[in-house]
């Protein structure tokens, strides 16, 4: 398996993995906060509450860094790849409260959008030094 076929199937199981944990109809059979998070969250807000929007960032940074690995473009460009995982971060947020058992919160959209806008290109730049040192 090439790097590339192995980077899609990646992403293609990290995207199920994380669209299955956004729509979860029990989050209350599951720990709310990864204690990671909450660290997190204390170390840059100072208030560990933001652990879940710190979780939600984290998942579509990490969905997003995936697609940069796997080359994911829609029409040829990467931009279209990161606006689209922005909203279909945003769009499974809003699709939590169909079920009623979960309550959809905008900011955790705006975290997931946020995310993938990050995760993308941040890993294209660091891809394109591992690349460049591959090269010299």
Same mark, same amino acid.
């Given at each position: 398996m090439t790097f590339l076929r192995g980077a899609r199937v990646f992403f293609a199981?990290? =995207? *199920? =993995?994380?669209? %299955?944990?956004?729509?979860? $109809?029990n989050p209350d059979d599951t720990k709310t906060e990864i204690d990671i998070a909450r660290w997190i969250a204390m170390m840059l807000f100072g208030d560990g509450s933001f652990a879940d929007k710190v979780a939600h960032f984290v998942a579509y940074g990490s969905l997003g860094a995936a697609a940069a690995l796997a080359q994911i473009r829609i029409a040829g460009r990467a931009s279209l790849a990161i606006v689209a995982l922005a909203f279909y971060g945003a769009l499974l947020e809003g699709?939590?409260?169909?079920? /009623?058992?979960?309550? $959809?919160? &905008? &900011?955790?959209?705006? #975290?997931?959008? *946020? /995310? #993938? /806008?990050?995760? %993308? $290109? #941040?890993m294209a730049f660091v891809s394109s030094f591992i690349a460049a040192g591959v090269r010299a």
């Open positions: 199981v990290l =995207f *199920v =993995f994380v669209t %299955y944990m956004t729509l979860t $109809p699709m939590q409260g169909l079920g /009623g058992v979960r309550t $959809p919160d &905008f &900011f955790d959209g705006l #975290a997931n959008a *946020v /995310g #993938a /806008g990050v995760g %993308y $290109p #941040a």
